[in-house]
């Protein structure tokens, strides 16, 4: 089994911070990639930002400049630092896991239940 689990989301007024963490557990022989996406209401789910086991990052351009990704490999755990947060931040947050739970197997995506993040004056 793997498991997902996010945290760190709520409520900030336009212009504060939250920092989101995600561990993952159980069965894992290797990661290819931990991230973040993000679902506002009546909207499709987007990513916000991504970071492979090699150092690649991606960020959607809406965070860009805004948004940190970090991860902790030994850990096995993401972490997404937002600041200068906006109302149109205002989604839930899901982390997602690329990993295989054997060498013979492809990578699946993994995710957590999500946390709420709610960006309002």
């Known amino acids: 089994q793997v498991r997902v689990v996010e945290s760190g989301g709520g409520l900030v007024q336009p212009g504060g911070s939250l920092r989101l963490s995600c561990a993952a557990s159980g069965n894992i022989f290797s990661i290819y990639s931990m991230g973040w996406h993000r679902q506002a209401p009546g909207k499709q789910r987007e990513l916000v930002a991504d970071e492979t086991t090699r150092g690649e990052i991606a960020y959607a351009d809406s965070v860009k400049g805004r948004f940190t990704i970090s991860r902790d490999n030994v850990k096995k755990m993401v972490y997404l630092q937002m600041n200068d947060l906006q109302p149109t931040d205002t989604a839930v947050y899901y982390c997602?896991?690329?990993?295989?739970?054997?060498?013979?197997?492809?990578?699946?995506?993994?995710w957590g239940q999500g946390t709420q993040v709610t960006v309002s004056s």
């Open positions: 997602n896991v690329a990993a295989n739970t054997d060498i013979e197997y492809p990578e699946s995506d993994y």
